[in-house]
């Protein structure tokens, strides 16, 4: 009766175990594919945001021609791979809080970047050494700001359609992989990025 015992708890144990490991799988897989989704999405929203920088870049040239530096192609790519980087670390932070968003997207999308333009607006807009100090000060606030909360729109927008595609057919999946481990650590890089600027705005000033 007592090995009988054991040996059934035996097995209960390594049945409890098996499901355990099935369920952290499953939840590492889920989570992987989500954060691919977000670096799908990101991908064309930092494109797009990169053009914006440079379009913000152009407004404040004409209206302060005085402070005109030039514009090169060399710039423009620069500026692109700011905002695909950008748009990879704001991505993740979507994924993980779009539940607690509003299920339509442009509303979600508008919140979201009002969120994240309330957490970095202090350290972006207060830089002593940055591009809004003089004169263009007020301008550049009131274009970036804009940017900040379309950014969250076009990012909320880019995570539905990508979403909709991967769930529109199985074999999609592996490009939710392919991306988490393509752009994970470039993502962790402008993640470090942005928590160092955030650091530094709020504690170290």
Do not use: D
């Not at 708890?9 to 992987?32: D, E, F, Q």
């Not at 994240?116 to 606030?141: A, D, R």
């Not at 729109?153 to 979403?163: H, Q």
């Not at 999946?173 to 991306?179: E, F, G, Q, R, S």
Request: proline letters at 3%; hydrophobic letters at 55%; one cysteine or more.
């Amino acid at each position: 009766m007592t090995l009988k015992y054991f040996h059934f708890k035996k097995i209960i144990y390594r049945n409890v175990a098996k499901l355990g490991g099935t369920h952290i799988r499953s939840l590492l897989s889920r989570g992987i594919k989500q954060i691919g989704i977000g670096f799908i999405a990101a991908m064309g929203t930092g494109i797009i945001l990169g053009i914006l920088l440079r379009l913000i870049m152009k407004i404040v040239a004409v209206v302060y021609p005085n402070l005109s530096t030039g514009f090169t192609f060399q710039g423009t790519l620069l500026l692109i791979i700011i905002g695909i980087g950008s748009a990879l670390a704001f991505s993740t932070l979507f994924i993980f809080c779009r539940n607690y968003l509003p299920r339509n997207w442009f509303i979600g999308g508008f919140l979201y970047g009002l969120i994240i333009l309330c957490i970095f607006s202090y350290p972006f807009f207060t830089e002593e050494n940055g591009e809004l100090n003089g004169p263009q000060k007020p301008l550049g606030i009131f274009l970036f700001s804009f940017l900040f909360i379309i950014g969250g729109i076009i990012l909320s927008k880019f995570v539905m359609i990508a979403e909709k595609w991967i769930e529109k057919e199985i074999a999609h999946i592996k490009y939710c992989y392919i991306a988490f481990y393509i752009l994970i650590v470039p993502c962790l890089f402008f993640v470090f990025a942005l928590l160092k600027e955030l650091i530094e705005g709020y504690f170290l000033k």
